[in-house]
């Protein structure tokens, strides 16, 4: 594996982008730059190349004399979010289970592994996880501009997914979803895990249409 070498502004990007994420941010919060930059120990020159770049990811919003917020969840942003997914996720991962290697397989266990147990000793890394976990699924594709729009939708849904969990009970019925999933991936039933990502993404958006109208 080759040595992946980060600019500061992409360190800083990745470090404020899973503060939004985790909800350490909240929506709507400023973001106080003067203060971001002392806490960092960087200057505002490649923390500002991060906060344009966030914005352009979604997470954040710019405001003329007034600077960066947090973007604000909405339930606009969630059905256009969930609409694109459902149309690629599903045939990619279809498509995906016929190329699996072995390895492929191994990375898509551990992944679902670990986010079972952030799901039960750090609640805040799940998004993120579950982001890992539905990548690998895509991964043996090896088509990248498909699978980086896949992944950018999965970031933007990042912070949904912690709201559409919020209910008790939704934890146990997504690990369950994603064990099914993994299972027939791995078998390489296209068709099958096609329906289930359906499924899968669809009720989760059926689920945050009632949290948002709540």
């Keep these: 594996m080759g040595l992946v070498v980060q600019t500061l502004s992409e360190q800083i990007f990745t470090l ?46 710019s405001q003329a004399n007034r600077g960066f917020f947090v973007r604000p969840l909405s339930a606009d942003e969630a059905e256009e979010v969930y609409a694109l997914r459902l149309k690629l996720e599903p045939d990619a991962v279809a498509e995906a289970s016929k190329l699996a290697t072995k390895e492929d397989k191994a990375v898509a266990k551990a992944a679902l592994e670990a986010l079972d147990k952030a799901s039960i000793s750090d609640k805040a890394a799940v998004g993120k996880l579950n982001r890992a ?63 289930m990502m359906h499924d899968h993404i669809a009720s989760t958006l059926e689920d945050l249409r009632r949290e948002f109208k709540g």
């Design 16 to 61: 404020v982008r899973d503060r939004i994420i985790s909800g350490r941010l909240q929506s709507d919060t400023p973001i106080r730059q003067d203060a971001l930059a002392a806490e960092l120990g960087v200057s505002k020159i490649p923390l500002r190349e991060a906060l344009a770049r966030l914005e352009q990811e979604g997470l954040l919003l």
């Design 133 to 195: 976990y539905h990548m690998s699924l895509v991964q043996p594709l090896n088509q990248p501009l498909t699978t980086q729009i896949i992944e950018r939708l999965n970031i933007i849904s990042e912070r949904y997914v912690g709201k559409h969990l919020e209910p008790a009970g939704r934890d146990d019925r997504a690990h369950k979803e994603h064990l099914a999933m993994l299972e027939l991936w791995s078998q390489g039933k296209a068709k099958d895990v096609a329906a």
